[in-house]
């Protein structure tokens, strides 16, 4: 069993907060997978304090040492996880199954990648000389950034905030949630040991240390991934200090299969992953899918014989597909939304089957759902389920299921599938979402040289490529060119 103590980093060193919290194995509840220390006020507030000092140095360096001291991180952090221990841990303390765990891993090392290479573009000055005089448009760092992130993708989450806040020359002071606290501390202390003290701390805690990063003084920004409401919340909480902010909040996303799609082998296994994987807590998972009526019982019948394949338990057995939900509160939650549908007259199909060497009483598993025969009033339609079930509903023209897609006020991602590239396109360009993909959906079909982030009610600002490392800087010019 491991054992691990989870630690908070200030100004380089660990630090034991002044309470200590277990954390459990999702799939094996009676074990523990270690403790971590839970920071308090004054723990944050020297994290900020140490942050504030050090981004004075930090931000006046130049953009290639940046670069450099960020690259050799991702070194330290590609050696130290090589061996597959990291993985193994984040599935003990998330849940999800092996292979998803090295992915994450995997994820987080070419995202850093990809930063590193955009931010010349990003960041760099903009020069213009001409017969009018000269004008530098400099994008500056905006200070000490505080990152608060959530547990279904506690690496990538954190290091999508922390590495161009860094790149930028802030300083960050990160918050994870505390029930994934172990892995993302030591991505972030080996990230660390390339950079000055200081530069990048880890508070642990719940919403108390949350609150007291958003109004901490001297924290300029907040950088905020998690669900609407407290989105609302560190919304409210950053007003009176006119912070700059970006959230990254939940999604409903809709799925719309049209009547020409291709249903291949391949299509059916892009589908069934973008609604299932990681036991379907993912923000950019298929959560409504729309089929054309000609379609439904063809689409419906080659999901459930997907799903079907799916082995559900302990995500540290090798012939494991699909790990436990991560938490109490998420695992009821998903239960209710499948009573009310069973309640409302839904068929519910139960798929796949239980791990023989998993304690199924032990741990938050449930197996994958495709649930049908249920109306767009369905709490399972209307809300975010972040869970392995999905309803499928039909349709019978184009603009019908486009007008019950849009009919929410999540803004994530969508879909469009068809074998028609015009059509989709033309479909995709009025879906209320910030990205929209063709005949695919989701985490597996990230660009991660675009920009990403929500619309309406699912998020403010944008994540990766040119505007996510320029939402940690300030632009300013200084000109003396005379154009009028
Ligand atoms: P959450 O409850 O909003 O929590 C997110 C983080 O905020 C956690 O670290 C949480 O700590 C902390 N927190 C809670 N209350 C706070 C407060 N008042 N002030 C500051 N911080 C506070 O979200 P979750 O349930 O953990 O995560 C699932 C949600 O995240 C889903 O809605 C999912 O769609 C969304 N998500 C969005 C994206 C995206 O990129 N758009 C990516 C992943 C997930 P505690 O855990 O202790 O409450």
């Known amino acids: 069993m491991i054992e691990e103590r989870g630690w908070n980093l200030v100004n380089g060193e660990r630090r034991d907060g002044p309470r200590a919290e277990v954390v459990r194995n999702p799939a094996r509840l009676s074990a523990a997978v270690g403790t971590v220390g839970l920071a308090d006020s004054s723990l944050v507030d020297e994290a900020v304090r140490s942050a504030s000092r050090a981004q004075a140095d930090w931000g006046s360096s130049s953009l290639a040492d940046r670069q450099k001291a960020v690259l050799q991180g991702r070194a330290a952090l590609a050696g130290a996880s090589e061996e597959g221990q990291w993985a193994r841990l984040l599935t003990a303390e998330q849940g999800k199954i092996d292979v998803e765990s090295s992915m994450e891993i995997l994820l987080g090392q070419m995202l850093i990648e990809q930063f590193v290479q955009d931010a010349d573009a990003a960041l760099g000055p903009d020069v213009l000389d001409d017969e009018l005089g000269r004008r530098v448009v400099t994008r500056d760092p905006i200070g000490v950034v505080g990152a608060i992130t959530p547990w279904n993708y506690p690496v990538v989450l954190s290091l999508i905030k922390v590495i161009p806040a860094l790149l930028a020359g802030n300083a960050v002071v990160l918050k994870p949630a505390p029930n994934?606290?172990?892995?993302?501390?030591?991505?972030?202390?080996?990230?660390?040991?390339?950079?000055?003290?200081g530069v990048l701390n880890v508070v642990h805690g719940a919403a108390d240390v949350g609150e007291a990063l958003c109004t901490h003084p001297q924290v300029a920004k907040v950088s905020f991934t998690g669900s609407v409401p407290t989105g609302r919340r560190v919304m409210a909480a950053v007003a009176p200090g006119m912070k700059r902010i970006t959230l990254e909040l939940g999604g409903n996303d809709a799925a719309i299969v049209l009547d020409d799609v291709a249903l291949d082998d391949a299509a059916i296994a892009r589908m069934t992953d973008a609604i299932f994987m990681t036991t379907g807590q993912v923000c950019m998972a298929i959560k409504r899918l729309y089929v054309h009526r000609s379609r439904f019982d063809e689409v419906v019948g080659a999901l459930c014989e997907a799903a079907n394949s799916f082995v559900v338990g302990d995500g540290m057995e090798p012939d494991v597909t699909m790990g436990p939900l991560n938490n109490q509160a998420?695992?009821?939650?998903?239960?209710?939304?499948?009573?009310?549908?069973?309640?409302?007259?839904?068929?519910?199909?139960?798929?796949?089957?239980?791990?023989?060497?998993?304690?199924?009483?032990?741990?938050?598993?449930?197996?994958?759902?495709?649930?049908?025969?249920?109306?767009?009033?369905?709490?399972?339609?209307?809300?975010?389920?972040?869970?392995?079930?999905?309803?499928?509903?039909?349709?019978?023209?184009?603009?019908?299921?486009?007008?019950?897609?849009?009919?929410?006020?999540?803004?994530?991602?969508?879909?469009?599938?068809?074998?028609?590239?015009?059509?989709?396109?033309?479909?995709?360009?009025?879906?209320?979402?910030?990205?929209?993909?063709?005949?695919?959906?989701?985490?597996?079909?990230?660009?991660?040289?675009?920009?990403?982030?929500?619309?309406?009610?699912?998020?403010?600002?944008?994540e990766c490529g040119i505007d996510g490392l320029r939402a940690y800087t300030e632009s300013r010019y200084v000109t003396n060119r005379r154009a009028m």
Not at 180 to 197: D, N
Not at 437 to 458: E, I, P, W, Y
Request: a negative charge; glycine letters at 10%.
């Open 180 to 197: 994934t606290p172990f892995t993302v501390s030591l991505a972030m202390e080996t990230i660390g040991s390339a950079l000055p003290p």
């Open 330 to 462: 998420q695992y009821d939650k998903v239960r209710s939304f499948i009573f009310d549908a069973e309640r409302r007259g839904g068929a519910v199909n139960i798929l796949g089957a239980r791990s023989a060497a998993s304690d199924w009483s032990d741990g938050y598993f449930m197996r994958p759902r495709i649930v049908t025969a249920v109306d767009d009033s369905a709490p399972l339609v209307v809300e975010e389920q972040f869970g392995p079930v999905v309803p499928v509903l039909p349709f019978d023209d184009d603009e019908d299921a486009l007008r019950r897609a849009n009919d929410t006020e999540y803004g994530l991602c969508g879909s469009v599938w068809s074998t028609d590239t015009d059509r989709a396109f033309a479909l995709s360009a009025r879906l209320q979402a910030g990205q929209v993909f063709v005949n695919a959906h989701g985490l597996m079909a990230l660009d991660l040289t675009c920009s990403a982030g929500g619309v309406k009610q699912s998020g403010l600002g944008r």
